[in-house]
């Protein structure tokens, strides 16, 4: 067990920041947790006792002036990525950051330029790659087990809609929720998308609605070499959280289906069933973000690309941009309109 | 056994014309197949003595001359439909006729006058709404199982291209496949359409595209109530007849998967298989082609509305020209435009 | 369609007599249903007429002395099949007879002698060997796609007991319902029986217990080759008709599920859920019903072996007869103890 | 944090026991692994060394001497759980011990009189009742979902068979694999077995029965209550490890499925097939082995019992004498025979 250790500085213990702290400390073998920050201390200090980690921060900076840290996971609120990336990135630090790097292009691209000239590894927190259902589709693609793809369906719905407050500041659903189908969308065909076509409604909740968003969507992408897409989203699934694809292949089709709690089905005078798919992606999703990060570690300790890119960061927003503009002007819009 | 039965004529013995033959004979106990015509005389033969039924004509108009029949199932090529059914319609007689009514709007307008000026019963061959599967998500709907809806998926791909020869001829894949789809759609949300998108492609063979068509589609829907719907369309599955729905709404949602040859899931020591899905859909709709017909006969008898009208013939088509417009000019149509 | 068509005579029209009757007449084109008889005359009229057969008897050896009639399917209550069998064949008639042959193996062997002296063919009703479900695993291990068999499961469940008077005449459980599950168990892993132990018990109703007879049981079957069985019945299974079967071999298993009327699956706040399997045989099996009187049809008409014969028809009773035995005396009971 | 911890001695770091281990250390919060100890030191301290545990010892009473020492976790070779389980009882301990307490009831008897006169507590390692599955069905029963019970099947299959020098130390099959599926039925009925019958065959490898044992048996249980079981255990399925079991009662049926690595399924021109189920215990069972361990953590802090006792090691050692007996004489066996 003497292998060399990827030194990693936590900034921001949120909820997703406090995953990924506990997975960096106790299963992911080749990361050593060296130090956490958070703006909050106390936030900051009671994740540390808890998991033994010897050095904390308020000020993410010191981590970021410590040579003995290799790598920064940054877990900060959306606003800050773009800044913390630069900053990581001109401190010589490799870089794993939750999605998604910034809301406008402009941002993104100031940032990526940042970890470009610097020569470090940036990964982006697109955990769903990492999940044993798609990674299965897309390895049916690459193994040519459907042939060529031809058309994709991803279902992406939440079991319920965030606060009201929360939907006011999150840049609305396409950048806020679909920004993940976007990616999975990429990922698996493996191609950029040439032109969006949104057509949103308000099905659930009106107060979202007023609040300036949509709740409910259909997307269509048209990628470059003639795939069609259509992605799902609904803020509202009353059995759960519903996270599916379903791709039709020259030689066959692969889809996936919703995890459970458990196998057990249930038959009655009524009918047959079975208990609720796991709620929502904490519970879905949890192995995921332990995967994605022990990848970014095995990425830059291995001197490997690391498997989502700042690029595939930049790609996600510049299509929840398009969606947005197609919703607005109901039209299709192409991809170089907002680049 | 003494109640009255429906003296029907049979105009078209083609390869579904046999099938609605054998089950207006057979299993359909309050029809009476009287006679058949075809202008292959022979064919009409053929099919008569099979099955006991002693008329036999070359020509359609001896069948709409004779005041003992009641009701005609017009069976002929779809360029023949719309005529038809305003001849039957002026000779009094109720009529079951297949899809699609015609291919432009005039023609359908003209024989949907004669139908209503002569005050006879029309239906539409749309067999999919008497599918087991299908009628049961709209029973869902009916009962309140899943709320309101909000979002429907339409899967609807063939296992392989027709020859080209029909492509040529078939008034396009919207026109020609997509068309029960559409009529699919407005009967599960049982609403009108307001918006069409219609996102097409050849993927499956060039010489389709050479011919003019598309092979692979993605058509988004608005429906007035807000509903959006997305139809996914393929020519080519190879793993057959690939014909599913799913539905969200606000508490609940549905779905149906395709029906197979039998239940038989084996595994072995590479994976867990079961046999492909049924093939097309003469095995797939047999048993729906069978209960509309009988439909049909009863409300004929009853008094009552037929299940699938002429305006439901006539929005389908409506429909498809208007995902074609929209394909071609790369844009959402509104209804309104095809009217 | 000069072919020639097989000449049949049909005895009893009781509920299975119908659904044979009305095969013969419509879906079966090799055959001719040619006269019906029924000690019940009122009935055989009733149900001939509705076919439009000719010929009508309320003395079924009207029947076996018309050298016009090629062959008889028996549908009479379970104390006259033997004697019937016996009397067809000295007659020169082609048989098919519904199980069981009789209760004893006295009656059995003197009915299938005559058989055999007669040299004319005889099928018994084992219809369940024609089932698209079962018949898919009989292929699989024909086809060596699981192997050698090693274990067999058969579940066999009736969605609720008969009335207590049939229950009194039924010859037991063993022979009434057991029996299509001892010779399923015979059809998958084609071999013969040696050994059987049968742990009954009475759980659904006390009332069948009153009776002298079981409601529920465990059968375990030792074969030849060495593959053990257990057979799995209960008279009331709330959710329905249950009917499956699970074998485990060398290379592989293979199992099958119930056959459903639809395949819509609801999601809704609280479950998972679909509707109920198919409730009982008429509905189950009806297919399997038309396919095994097409085969014994083939079968006369080409000269080939019946695909379900009279040892078939003993070797059910003889395990029925050994199970009761083993059940009672609670011991395993060899075979060779009851022949 | 501040509430107390139990502080534990793990005996013995083969396989289970390094899970063991893991979970103490890292998953578990109200558990301190404060020592390991084995017979082999090095591998003590290299699991000591790993996970940051500060003391390692060679000789287990080094851990049973030490007052501060509250439980233990007894991992060590089967023919030590007894022994091992009074000494830890004499000296006072908690204790958790891995299955069978022993392979004769008279060494079992004395162990458990131990733990008797100490009064501590003690857990046997039948981790499978904790796994999610199982647990929901043992849920609908206790729920009443189901009603009365009445027929249970359990499939347990192992992937592939054991080195043939474990089979002839194993104890045999019964003992060694049948044992956990004695546990799972007196655990999902909640009654005492009254009579056992074993059918038991040699179908997977010849040399299995030349060392003495079987590798394929159908086992049905008697319980006092009523209800019959039958538990199907076979060495080998090429798909991997098959853990189900299925329950008829009054009111409904419940059954689970194996559990696979992910959901995709794919269908090509061939078939409709998924990845195979996880193939052994560490994959399938993982959940379940921290999820017991916790359980007897919780049990001794806060005082309540513990979910698998002493009496129900026992119980699953006497089935699988009686079910040997049985085996052996090919007879049934009563539960008092070996008393």
């Given at each position: 067990?003497?292998?060399?250790?990827?030194?990693?500085g936590?900034?921001?213990?949120?909820?997703?920041?406090?995953?990924?702290?506990?997975?960096?400390?106790?299963?992911?073998?080749?990361?050593n947790l060296?130090?956490?920050?958070d703006?909050?201390?106390a936030?900051?200090?009671?994740?540390?006792a808890?998991?033994?980690?010897?050095?904390?921060?308020?000020?993410?900076?010191?981590?970021?002036?410590?040579?003995?840290?290799?790598?920064?996971?940054?877990?900060?609120?959306?606003?800050?990525h773009?800044?913390m990336?630069?900053?990581?990135?001109?401190?010589?630090k490799?870089?794993?950051c939750e999605?998604?790097?910034?809301r406008?292009?402009?941002?993104?691209?100031?940032?990526l330029?940042?970890?470009?000239?610097?020569?470090?590894?940036?990964?982006?927190?697109?955990?769903?790659?990492?999940d044993?259902?798609?990674?299965?589709?897309?390895?049916?693609?690459?193994?040519?087990?459907?042939?060529?793809?031809?058309?994709?369906?991803?279902?992406?719905?939440?079991?319920?809609?965030?606060?009201?407050e929360?939907?006011?500041?999150?840049?609305?659903?396409?950048?806020?929720?679909?920004?993940?189908?976007?990616?999975?969308?990429?990922?698996?065909?493996?191609?950029?998308?040439?032109?969006?076509?949104?057509?949103?409604?308000?099905?659930?909740?009106?107060?979202?609605?007023?609040?300036?968003?949509?709740?409910?969507?259909l997307?269509?992408?048209k990628?470059?070499?003639?795939?069609?897409?259509?992605?799902?989203?609904?803020?509202?699934?009353?059995?759960?959280?519903d996270?599916?694809?379903?791709?039709?292949g020259?030689?066959?089709?692969?889809?996936?289906?919703?995890?459970?709690?458990?196998?057990?089905?249930?038959?009655?005078a009524?009918?047959?069933?079975?208990?609720?798919?796991?709620?929502?992606?904490m519970?879905?999703?949890?192995?995921?973000?332990?995967?994605?990060?022990?990848?970014?570690v095995d990425?830059?300790?291995?001197?490997?690309?690391?498997?989502?890119?700042g690029?595939?960061g930049?790609?996600?927003?510049?299509?929840?941009?398009a969606?947005?503009?197609?919703?607005?002007?109901?039209?299709?819009?192409?991809?170089?309109?907002?680049?």
């Amino acid at each position: 067990m003497e292998r060399k250790r990827l030194n990693i500085g936590l900034i921001g213990v949120g909820r997703i920041g406090k995953v990924h702290a506990e997975h960096l400390r106790y299963r992911i073998p080749r990361a050593n947790l060296a130090a956490i920050s958070d703006v909050n201390l106390a936030a900051a200090q009671e994740c540390a006792a808890r998991l033994g980690v010897a050095r904390v921060e308020a000020d993410h900076h010191a981590l970021l002036n410590d040579p003995a840290i290799d790598a920064v996971v940054i877990c900060s609120p959306t606003d800050m990525h773009a800044t913390m990336i630069e900053e990581a990135a001109n401190a010589g630090k490799q870089i794993f950051c939750e999605k998604p790097i910034a809301r406008t292009l402009g941002e993104i691209d100031q940032a990526l330029d940042a970890v470009a000239k610097a020569g470090v590894a940036l990964q982006i927190g697109f955990n769903r790659r990492f999940d044993p259902n798609f990674a299965r589709v897309r390895k049916a693609i690459l193994a040519g087990e459907v042939g060529e793809p031809h058309l994709l369906h991803i279902i992406s719905r939440d079991p319920g809609p965030p606060p009201i407050e929360y939907v006011r500041v999150s840049g609305g659903m396409f950048l806020d929720m679909t920004i993940h189908d976007f990616d999975m969308a990429r990922f698996l065909i493996g191609d950029e998308v040439e032109e969006v076509y949104a057509a949103g409604a308000v099905r659930v909740d009106p107060a979202i609605g007023e609040a300036g968003d949509l709740d409910t969507a259909l997307v269509t992408l048209k990628f470059k070499s003639g795939v069609l897409c259509v992605i799902d989203n609904s803020r509202k699934a009353v059995y759960g959280y519903d996270q599916r694809v379903e791709l039709l292949g020259s030689a066959g089709g692969a889809a996936v289906s919703n995890n459970h709690p458990n196998t057990a089905v249930i038959s009655d005078a009524t009918c047959v069933h079975r208990d609720l798919p796991l709620n929502f992606f904490m519970d879905r999703y949890l192995e995921s973000f332990l995967v994605e990060v022990a990848a970014f570690v095995d990425a830059v300790l291995d001197g490997t690309p690391t498997p989502v890119t700042g690029v595939d960061g930049r790609a996600a927003v510049a299509l929840g941009i398009a969606a947005l503009r197609s919703h607005k002007e109901n039209r299709p819009v192409r991809l170089e309109e907002v680049k």
